[in-house]
């Protein structure tokens, strides 16, 4: 399937390939872990076709988070060329962030101290019966405490003076199965998976 789109030129498949191999020694260079290395490149990426769409990623502009990195993930991902950014775009909105800003895994994500995108402590809803009111909390695990940040003024005025002595987390459930979002995500984390590791395997097994 090597050179699918450019059948007529070898020689655009040659200067791909190099660049390719390029972008993945840098890439392998950067990435601390060695399971994640490459040590192939595959078939998409020699194309510089979107492993989604098939259409032209030559000139995309995001690398693809195999697990978001609103779930922590910083170093593990596809290298720019391997999903277009109309891709990319299109999963980080229809899938990830619907599936991540529901209830339970905006909670999951604070109590576990992840990060958001944009390196912020992510917030939750807690109840602050003493004040009469909602409001968003972040946790922040100290040496000896927790360093709790509240965005509402009404609340931290009410613990000033005395009035809140609770804080009550809703109870959450975990999200019903099936669940066609969650199936939906795990897939793509899973193809991207496959798309990293899984053609190195399939060739050692040949
Ligand atoms: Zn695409």
């Given at each position: 399937?090597?050179?699918?789109?450019?059948?007529?030129?070898?020689?655009?498949?040659?200067?791909?390939?190099?660049?390719?191999?390029?972008?993945?020694?840098?890439?392998?260079?950067?990435?601390?872990?060695?399971?994640?290395?490459?040590?192939?490149?595959?078939?998409?990426?020699?194309?510089m076709?979107?492993?989604?769409?098939?259409?032209?990623?030559?000139?995309?502009?995001?690398?693809?988070?195999?697990?978001?990195?609103?779930?922590?993930?910083?170093?593990?991902?596809?290298?720019?060329g391997?999903?277009?950014?109309?891709?990319?775009?299109?999963?980080?909105?229809?899938?990830?962030?619907?599936?991540?800003?529901?209830?339970?895994?905006?909670?999951?994500?604070?109590?576990?101290?992840?990060?958001?995108k944009?390196?912020?402590?992510?917030?939750?809803?807690?109840?602050?019966?003493?004040?009469?009111?909602?409001?968003?909390?972040?946790?922040?695990?100290?040496e000896?405490?927790?360093?709790?940040?509240?965005?509402?003024?009404?609340?931290?005025?009410?613990?000033?003076?005395?009035?809140?002595?609770?804080?009550?987390?809703?109870?959450l459930?975990?999200?019903?199965?099936?669940?066609?979002?969650?199936?939906?995500?795990?897939?793509?984390?899973?193809?991207?998976?496959?798309?990293?590791?899984?053609?190195r395997?399939?060739?050692?097994?040949?």
């Amino acid at each position: 399937m090597v050179g699918h789109r450019h059948t007529d030129t070898r020689q655009r498949i040659d200067v791909v390939t190099d660049n390719a191999m390029h972008t993945i020694e840098k890439e392998n260079r950067r990435l601390k872990d060695n399971s994640t290395k490459f040590d192939i490149v595959p078939t998409f990426y020699i194309n510089m076709q979107c492993i989604f769409c098939h259409k032209d990623a030559s000139t995309s502009t995001s690398v693809e988070r195999i697990v978001p990195e609103s779930l922590g993930n910083k170093h593990i991902y596809l290298p720019k060329g391997y999903v277009c950014d109309a891709c990319n775009h299109y999963f980080a909105i229809k899938t990830e962030k619907e599936l991540l800003n529901q209830p339970y895994f905006i909670s999951l994500r604070s109590r576990n101290e992840i990060l958001s995108k944009k390196n912020k402590l992510v917030k939750q809803d807690m109840i602050f019966p003493g004040a009469q009111k909602k409001a968003g909390v972040s946790f922040q695990t100290q040496e000896d405490s927790l360093l709790l940040h509240i965005d509402d003024k009404d609340v931290i005025n009410s613990i000033i003076e005395g009035k809140s002595h609770r804080m009550i987390a809703e109870y959450l459930p975990e999200p019903e199965y099936p669940n066609p979002l969650m199936s939906r995500f795990l897939a793509k984390c899973a193809y991207d998976f496959f798309i990293q590791h899984g053609e190195r395997k399939i060739r050692s097994m040949r």
